[in-house]
């Protein structure tokens, strides 16, 4: 059986193991791919292909690692609304600090050379040339339909001048020619082939990240997943503040709570891959897509499995949906399973779904979620965690408790 959140240990030596900005990203973009479980891994191929058009250009060494990270990210955001799909893609590369140049040719990758992109008709070498690439790229994995690269290469030539910039064209061109553009993207490439050849040309490889920016990554990636739904608008980085908040009345050690940060921040990375119409619906959901909403926390431990030193953040986070008496889901696990960390995000989690608005109902005040977390508090939900969360918002958020409720006795059962 799969290691759970209370028995997981670590193997020292993987433990050490540092973490480069490439390596997070191109796990967390595919977020955005995952289709019932199986990878796209068109970032990645995209990533390639661009590259190698770009060497040839001869685009600088500093250019080129701006393009290498806005192809990794180009596709981050809603799918299903493809025109601010650009924007946000270019938000998160330039919070990542990865300089302005990503962020444009993210926010330019639909313009077209004649002028009849968007979203506004720039044309010829006023689009960034970054961009350029980058539409060029995107283009020749997605015609490769099957992973054949003819049809993709024919439509390259065929819309050179009016999508695409002519010389590199040329340039993408001659490298078919010579059998240097595909490497690695066939067909016959596993994906972790695939993965580990966008890796080998990281160029920030031999500057592993420290633990700031790893928190800045995990925070960006929140953003990403809260701004999917409406709905759910801060709900990944509220749960992280009221998960933070617990681990420390709980007393957990610094490093803890930096564990209890980021899993909370991730925790619902899984739900970038289900679809907004069964996030956002009104009505009561199906049997079939409540089969396809229980499925994210799942993927979210696959997506942060991926990262050698994320393990324990990928066990932790794939369990908020557990409950101590074996009723939660995917896995039905039990109390003896769930460690304080991936009880204290359980927790949270209730308390932040609950006090939100949702599709088919405002959100609770906290008289309401009140009684809630008393009937869920023992058989379901960790009894400490709830008393320190209690605590946590009678220090720090004194405006959300409503003072008829307290004095109705109810938080001082808790807190006393
Ligand atoms: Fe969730
Ligand atoms: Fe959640």
Known sequence: ???????????????????SLSEVISALSFAVELTDGTVSGHALRSCLLGMRIAEEAGISAEERSSLYYALLLKDIGNEEMVGLRCDRGGNIVSKLGMGDHAAEAVRNLEEHWDGSGYPNHIRGAAIPRLARI????????M??????PEIAIETLGEWSGSWFDPDLVKVALSLDREDKLWTNCRATDSHEQTRQAVLDLDPRRSQPLDEEQIDRVCEAFAEVVDAKSNFTFRH??????????????????PDRVRL?????????LGKLSISNKILDKRTKLTVAEWKVIRRHPGLTRKILEQIGPFREIAIVAGEHHEKLDGSGYPNHLTACDLSIESRIIAVADVYGALSEDRPYREGLSYGEILPILNSLSGPKLDRECIQALLVYLRDYRPQDIDPEVDADGQL???CA
């Open 1 to 19: 059986m799969a290691a759970t959140s209370a028995t997981f240990r670590w193997d020292e030596k993987e433990r050490e193991g540092s973490i």
């Open 134 to 141: 980058a539409a060029i790229a995107q283009h020749l994995d």
């Open 143 to 148: 015609f490769s339909i099957g992973r054949n």
């Open 236 to 253: 990944s980085m509220g749960v992280a503040e009221l998960a933070r908040g617990i681990a420390q009345n709980l007393g957990l050690a």
């Open 260 to 268: 209890v940060w980021r899993a909370a921040l991730l925790h619902d």
């Open 412 to 414: 001082s059962r808790y």
